[in-house]
C-alpha cells in the first residue's frame, strides 16, 4: 500500500504477576508525494473526496508538474484527461473539452475572468506559484454562475503553512536556449509560528523552434498567512507575472498557393515582422478570512483584484501567393492597449446539520464581480507591399502607427450570485446533492465597429447528484445541471448571439484505493445545449479583422472519460486519462468543430528503482490524439486540412544525491512528430519538435 500506518499493540502475558503499563506511542508514516488530492471543493464548495463529487474531476497536484517540468498552464491542460488546445496564434491559446471552450476559471474557488487575449484560461500563466490545479469537466454553473458545459480550471495557491524555515531553488536548461531560475522560501515570522510568509519568484528567457520569436517572462508571488486565533487565519497575497514576448504572429500563415495546391512550409516558418511584440502582465490582490466554530461550522470570505495588461504590435498576411513570384499577400498591421480591471468578492458558510437521525452538510454563499476591459487601437497609414512572401525573412518597415490610441471597445460585465449546496446522507451507502444558484449576469459594451449592446440575464441554476457506494471502494454517481453562458460572438452583421443554454447529464462508477492514494472514476456524459457559436468560416465583422459567427440550435455532446490517478505504491505514481466525446447539429447529424480530436489519450508515469538503485527516479508517458480535420480558407473558397492522428512521446529521469540535490531531464516529443494544430478559423500552426530540459534541484533547509 502507499501508505503504511504502524498500529499500537498491547502485549499481556498471564503468567506474570508484575505487570508494566508503557504510554500509548501512535507512529503515523507520512505518504509519498502523490498525483491526487484527498478532496475537492471545486464543484459545489463542500469539501469532497474525489469519489464523492459527482462530476468527471481531475487534480493535477504540483508532485506531477515538477515530474513533467510542466512550467505553464497550456503544459499543464494538454497532459489533462479529456483537454486540447488550438491557437489562434504564438500567444492566444483556446482550450476545450468535451466539444466546447472552457472559459470558467477560479482561483482558490473564486470565479475569474479569463485570460485577456482568448476567452480561455491564460496559456502563459507560470505554474509555480499554485498548490495544484483542479479541472472539474462539465458544467459548473453553481459555483461559477455564467460559464459553458467544458469545465472549470481551478488554481489552488501555495499557502505559508510551514512552521519551520523552508527554501529550495531549482535551475534548468533547455532547448532553443531556454533558461529558467525560480525559488521558493516559505518561513515563520514570529517565534509561535502562528505568522507565517511565503515568497515564489521565476525568472525565464529563452528562443524557440519558430523563426524570430523569444520570450522573457518573470513572477513573483508573495503570501502572509497569520493565526488570528485558534479558529481563525487571515491570508493576504499578491502575484505578479509578466510575459514579453518578441517575433509574435498574429494569425496563421498562408496555406494555399494561388492555384489551390498547400504550401509546405518548415516547421520553423513564421509569418512575424522582426518587430511585433505582444507584452501582457497580470497582478492580483486578495484577502481571505477564514474562522471555524466549535460545532464544526466555517465561515470564509475572499476579496479580491485582478489586473491585465496588454501592449501589442502586430502584422499579419493574407492572401494566396503564386508559385512562381510570390505575390498575392495582403498585409495588415496592428497596434493596440488593452486593460482588464476585476473586483470579486465571495463570502460562504459551510458545516454540518443534523436532521431526521443523521448528519449532513450544508453551504451558502453570495459573490459578486465587476469586470471591465478598454481596448484603444493605434490607426496607421498605408503598407508597403510584401513583395515576394515565398522569401519572407520578417523584414518589414515598421509602419507609421498614430503617437495616440482611438478607443475601439468598452466593456462591463456585472455579475452577481446566490446559491446553497446540501449533502443529504439518506442512508449509509446513499448520498444526495443539491444545490441552486440565482445568477444575475449585466453586459454593457460600446464597440466602435457594432456599436452600443447591453444585455441583461437573471437565471436560476439548479443542480442535483446522487452517489451510491456499492462497497467501500467503489460508488455510483448521477448528476445533472443547468447551462446558462452569455456569448460576446457576432453575426456578420455585427449582432450577438444570444446566451447558450441548455443541460448537462453525467453518470459514472468512482473507485476510491489504497485510502484515497488512487482515485479511478469513468464517466459517461450527455450535454444539450442552443445557440452555440460555429465559426461561419470565410465571414468577418464589419471591421474586416474579426471572425463572425453563426448560432446552431440543437446541438449535442456525448462521450465517456476514464482517469486512474495517483499512487500504485509507496515508489510508483501514475496518471491514465482516456476520453471521448462526439458533438453534433440539429437533429443530432453534422459533425461540429472537426478541429477538435474526438478521442484523446494521457498517460504518463514515474518510478523510482529500489534497492542500491533507489535515488534514481525513471518516468515517461504517451499523449495520443485520433486524427481530425478542419475547413482552411483557399483561393476558392474553403478546402479541408486533414490531421492524421498523432501519437506523443515523453520521458522523465531524476537522480537524487542526496536528501537536497537532484537532478532530472526531461524530454518531450521524443519521436519528433511533425503535426498541425488545427482550429476553427482557418488558422494552422506547427506544434514544437522534440524538446529536452535538465534541471538541478537544491532544498536549502
Not at 439548479?462 to 445541471?481: E, K, M, N, V
Not at 485510502?515 to 460555429?534: I, K, Q, Y
Request: net charge negative.
Amino acid at each position: 500500500m502507499p501508505a503504511a500506518y504502524a498500529q499500537d499493540a498491547t502485549h499481556s502475558d498471564s503468567t506474570k504477576k508484575d505487570t508494566t503499563t508503557l504510554d500509548a506511542v501512535s507512529v503515523q508514516g507520512q505518504r509519498a508525494p502523490t498525483y491526487t488530492a484527498d478532496e475537492s471543493s471545486a464543484a459545489t464548495r463542500l469539501p469532497l473526496t474525489p469519489q464523492d463529487t459527482p462530476q468527471s474531476l481531475s487534480i493535477i497536484t504540483e508532485q506531477r508538474i515538477e515530474d513533467q517540468h510542466l512550467t505553464n498552464v497550456r503544459a499543464v491542460l494538454d497532459n489533462t484527461t479529456g483537454v486540447s488546445s488550438s491557437q489562434y496564434d504564438t500567444e492566444r491559446v483556446v482550450f476545450w473539452s468535451r466539444g466546447f471552450q472552457i472559459e470558467n476559471v477560479a482561483n482558490d474557488g473564486v470565479p475569474v475572468a479569463p485570460g485577456l487575449n482568448a476567452g480561455s484560461a491564460d496559456a502563459t500563466l507560470d505554474t509555480a506559484i499554485y498548490d495544484r490545479i483542479e479541472v472539474l469537466r462539465g458544467a459548473s454553473g453553481l459555483l461559477s454562475g455564467a460559464g459553458s458545459p467544458a469545465a472549470l480550471i481551478n488554481f489552488v495557491r501555495k499557502h505559508a503553512d510551514s512552521k519551520t524555515l523552508q527554501a529550495d531553488a531549482t535551475v534548468s536548461y533547455g532547448s532553443w536556449n531556454t533558461k529558467r531560475a525560480e525559488f521558493d522560501i516559505s518561513s515563520p515570522l514570529n517565534a509561535s509560528g502562528s505568522v507565517r510568509g511565503r515568497v515564489v519568484g521565476v525568472h525565464e528567457d529563452g528562443d524557440s523552434y519558430l523563426d524570430r520569436y523569444s520570450n522573457t517572462k518573470n513572477v513573483f508571488y508573495a503570501v502572509l498567512d497569520a493565526d488570528l486565533g485558534e479558529n481563525t487565519v487571515l491570508s493576504v497575497g499578491y502575484d505578479y507575472q509578466k510575459s514579453k514576448p518578441d517575433g509574435v504572429t498574429w494569425g496563421t500563415f498562408p496555406a494555399f498557393y494561388d492555384d489551390g495546391t498547400q504550401i509546405r512550409w518548415p516547421r520553423s516558418f513564421s509569418s512575424a515582422a522582426n518587430w511585433t511584440f505582444w507584452n501582457q502582465t497580470t497582478q492580483t490582490a486578495f484577502a481571505d478570512l477564514k474562522h471555524t466554530f466549535d460545532n464544526g461550522w466555517q465561515v470564509h470570505a475572499m476579496a479580491s483584484h485582478r489586473q491585465t495588461d496588454g501592449d501589442d504590435a502586430l502584422f499579419y498576411v493574407y492572401g494566396f501567393p503564386n508559385r512562381d513570384s510570390g505575390e498575392g499577400i495582403t498585409p495588415y498591421a496592428y497596434r493596440s492597449r488593452q486593460h482588464g480591471r476585476q473586483n470579486m468578492l465571495d463570502v460562504y458558510a459551510s458545516g454540518p446539520f443534523e436532521a431526521f437521525g443523521r448528519e449532513h452538510d450544508l453551504v451558502v454563499c453570495a459573490s459578486g464581480s465587476h469586470y471591465s476591459n478598454d481596448a484603444y487601437e493605434y490607426p496607421h497609414g498605408d503598407l508597403p507591399d510584401v513583395g515576394n512572401f515565398l522569401d519572407w525573412t520578417g523584414q518589414y518597415a515598421y509602419p507609421d502607427f498614430a503617437a495616440t490610441a482611438d478607443r475601439a471597445s468598452l466593456v462591463r460585465v456585472e455579475q452577481k450570485g446566490l446559491y446553497a449546496a446540501a449533502r443529504f446522507s439518506l442512508a449509509d451507502p446513499l448520498k444526495l446533492v443539491v444545490g441552486a444558484r440565482r445568477t444575475s449576469w449585466m453586459n454593457d459594451t460600446n464597440d466602435a465597429s457594432a456599436g452600443l449592446y447591453h444585455q441583461k440575464q437573471d437565471k436560476t441554476i439548479p443542480y442535483a447528484g446522487l452517489i451510491y457506494d456499492i462497497t467501500p471502494t467503489y460508488s455510483a454517481f448521477a448528476s445533472y445541471t443547468q447551462i446558462f453562458d452569455p456569448q460576446d460572438n457576432r453575426r456578420a452583421d455585427g449582432s450577438f448571439l444570444d446566451p447558450m443554454v441548455g443541460s448537462s447529464r453525467e453518470v459514472g462508477i468512482k473507485g476510491r484505493h489504497f485510502g484515497g492514494a488512487l482515485n479511478t472514476s469513468l464517466t459517461f456524459f450527455d450535454t444539450r445545449l442552443s445557440s452555440v457559436a460555429e465559426a461561419d468560416v470565410g465571414q468577418l465583422l464589419p471591421d474586416g479583422i474579426t471572425q463572425a459567427y453563426n448560432s446552431v440550435d440543437g446541438t449535442r455532446s456525448r462521450g465517456y472519460e476514464f482517469e486512474a490517478s495517483g499512487a500504485f505504491s509507496d515508489d510508483w505514481n501514475g496518471t491514465l486519462g482516456w476520453s471521448h466525446f462526439n458533438v453534433k447539429g440539429p437533429d443530432h447529424t453534422g459533425e461540429l468543430r472537426p478541429a477538435l480530436p474526438r478521442t484523446l489519450v494521457r498517460l504518463f508515469t514515474t518510478y523510482r528503482l529500489p534497492g542500491a538503485l533507489n535515488k534514481l527516479t525513471i518516468g515517461g508517458g504517451t499523449n495520443w490524439q485520433a486524427a481530425s480535420h478542419t475547413p482552411v480558407d483557399g483561393p476558392n473558397g474553403p478546402q479541408r486540412v486533414d490531421q492524421s492522428s498523432v501519437f506523443l512521446v515523453t520521458a522523465m529521469a531524476r537522480y537524487a544525491f542526496d536528501d537536497r540535490a537532484s537532478v532530472q531531464l526531461n524530454g518531450d516529443n521524443l519521436l519528433n512528430r511533425k503535426y498541425f494544430v488545427l482550429d476553427e478559423y482557418s488558422n494552422l500552426y506547427y506544434a514544437p519538435p522534440s524538446t529536452y530540459t535538465v534541471s538541478f534541484n537544491y532544498r536549502f533547509f
